[in-house]
């Protein structure tokens, strides 16, 4: 079974510090994951995916297999990063989403 | 290109009725993946389809079904609503080929059961 795991619902950081929004999955394959946002009142959108090992919005996010992890980092938060975040693993043709961390980001 | 889209964004429903709700992706895509959001469960996946066919299903009981048309655009139907399927419904396409795809939301519909 696939589950991911996101412990913290809610993180207050201030503008200019570091942020870092945690996520632990458990899959026995080999992991596809990914980080979507959802900033208010838009819809679910694709911030990153480790395979790209991209920097989006200058958030980046590395995979440990061996803590099956799949943190979220940033170095100098924005009050624009104010969001609901979500990690997820695709086992197939299927996401598995965590329970989102919402991410407020005070001036 | 033009995002996914659904129809209608706002549903009202009394118990025991039926609803449709539709999803038109993205020009390209074939995959369509079908996800309610709660806020005590959170985004659980339903179904996905491509090509017309039902490639995946989540745990949800039999009143939940979809389909594909040719299109493939997507619908979803829920029969004998329950107070418990009020939900946000989202639906998400991805080009398909590739089981691990971007997948891209649509801003989904919300169905609302008296």
């Known amino acids: 079974a696939q589950r991911v795991t996101q412990p913290e619902k809610l993180l207050s950081v201030f503008k200019g510090a570091p942020v870092e929004l945690k996520c632990n999955y458990s899959?026995?394959?080999?992991?596809?994951l990914f980080w979507y946002v959802q900033y208010s009142r838009q819809r679910l959108q694709l911030l990153l995916r480790?395979?790209s090992r991209e920097s989006i919005k200058g958030f980046t996010a590395d995979l440990n297999k061996g803590e099956t992890s799949f943190h979220l980092k940033k170095p100098f938060a924005q009050e624009e990063d104010s969001a609901m975040y979500y990690c997820?693993?695709?086992?197939?043709?299927?996401?598995?989403f965590g329970e989102g961390t919402q991410l407020t980001v005070n001036p | 290109k033009a995002g996914v889209t659904q129809t209608p964004r706002y549903l009202i429903k009394t118990r025991g009725q039926q609803v449709t709700l539709s999803c038109s992706p993205i020009?390209?895509?074939?995959?369509v993946s079908w996800y309610q959001q709660t806020p005590g469960q959170g985004l659980q996946f339903l179904f996905e389809?491509?090509?017309?066919?039902?490639?995946n299903k989540g745990n949800f009981p039999g009143r939940f079904s979809g389909r594909q048309f040719s299109n493939s655009r997507s619908e979803m139907n829920v029969s004998t609503l329950e107070l418990g399927d009020s939900a946000l419904y989202l639906c998400?396409?991805?080009?398909?080929?590739?089981?691990?795809?971007?997948?891209?939301f649509g801003p989904g519909t919300r169905l609302t059961v008296l």
């Open positions: 998400a396409s991805s080009v398909g080929q590739a089981q691990a795809d971007t997948q891209y």
């Open positions: 899959y026995s394959g080999s992991p596809e």
């Open positions: 480790h395979i």
């Open positions: 997820a693993l695709s086992g197939g043709s299927r996401l598995t």
């Open positions: 020009s390209g895509h074939r995959s």
């Open positions: 389809y491509f090509s017309e066919t039902q490639r």
